[in-house]
């Protein structure tokens, strides 16, 4: 089991910045491929941004590239997501997830290809 628990949400003006932070435990946390995926109300969870085990390779959905990055400190067992330039459509809650297979060598970007969830953390953004 890899439990996490995602902190750093708020409410923040357009335009301005965030940092999520997802903290694991449980399992050994550089061996498994990590992402953030949003949910607003009334919609699907949907994908954000992904990075592979050791942090080498990234993957962002075209509505947040150029404006997040993730980022994962293996030492502190801990995946981040840097948000800038928010927008009002960026509100919603936030999940961090962890693929389920250790040694993979790449990311995900698809909700059923991650085993762990966490409870979610809500950034809403104010015009």
């Known amino acids: 089991q890899v439990q996490l628990v995602e902190s750093g949400g708020g409410l923040v003006q357009a335009g301005g910045s965030l940092r999520l932070s997802c903290a694991a435990s449980?399992?050994?946390?550089?061996?498994?491929?990590m992402g953030w995926f949003r949910q607003a109300p009334g919609k699907e969870r949907v994908f954000a941004a992904a990075?592979?085990?050791?942090?080498?390779?990234?993957h962002y959905s075209d509505s947040v590239k150029g404006r997040f990055t993730i980022s994962r400190d293996n030492a502190k067992n801990t995946v981040y997501l840097q948000m800038n330039s928010l927008k009002q459509e960026d509100a919603a809650v936030y999940y961090c997830a962890a693929h389920g297979t250790p040694f993979s060598t790449t990311y995900y970007y698809i909700p059923r290809d991650y085993d762990y969830w966490g409870q979610g953390t809500q950034v809403t953004v104010s015009s």
């Open positions: 990075i592979s085990r050791g942090g080498r390779t990234t």
């Open positions: 449980g399992r050994t946390f550089s061996a498994y491929a």
